[in-house]
């Protein structure tokens, strides 16, 4: 049972990994991401490191939001910057 659980954890970071590197839109590489997370907790896990990932679930979430959030403003910026005509920088 144990290792088809981690042959999944495994699965779910690499289709993580690779969906990081290869997707243009910044939205999808946030979706891989907690792809990615949600198998490194499952790995986790699986190694009985439970406060590791306790912390790791918590914090995940804070990091996404993060990201979203940074996200939306380099839109917003990135808008500004069309909308007065400042393409150089």
């Given at each position: 049972m144990e290792f088809?659980?981690?042959?999944?954890a495994i699965a779910l970071m690499v289709i993580g990994a690779f969906g990081i590197i290869f997707l243009k839109k910044p939205?999808?590489?946030?979706?891989m991401f907690t792809i990615l997370d949600a198998g490194f907790i499952l790995a986790v896990v699986l190694f009985k490191y439970l406060?590791?990932?306790m912390f790791a679930a918590l914090v995940d979430p804070l990091s996404t939001l993060v990201f979203i959030f940074a996200i939306v403003k380099i839109n917003?910026?990135?808008k500004k910057k069309l909308e007065?005509?400042?393409l150089n920088d």
């Amino acid at each position: 049972m144990e290792f088809f659980v981690s042959v999944i954890a495994i699965a779910l970071m690499v289709i993580g990994a690779f969906g990081i590197i290869f997707l243009k839109k910044p939205l999808d590489k946030v979706i891989m991401f907690t792809i990615l997370d949600a198998g490194f907790i499952l790995a986790v896990v699986l190694f009985k490191y439970l406060d590791v990932a306790m912390f790791a679930a918590l914090v995940d979430p804070l990091s996404t939001l993060v990201f979203i959030f940074a996200i939306v403003k380099i839109n917003e910026i990135r808008k500004k910057k069309l909308e007065s005509g400042d393409l150089n920088d």
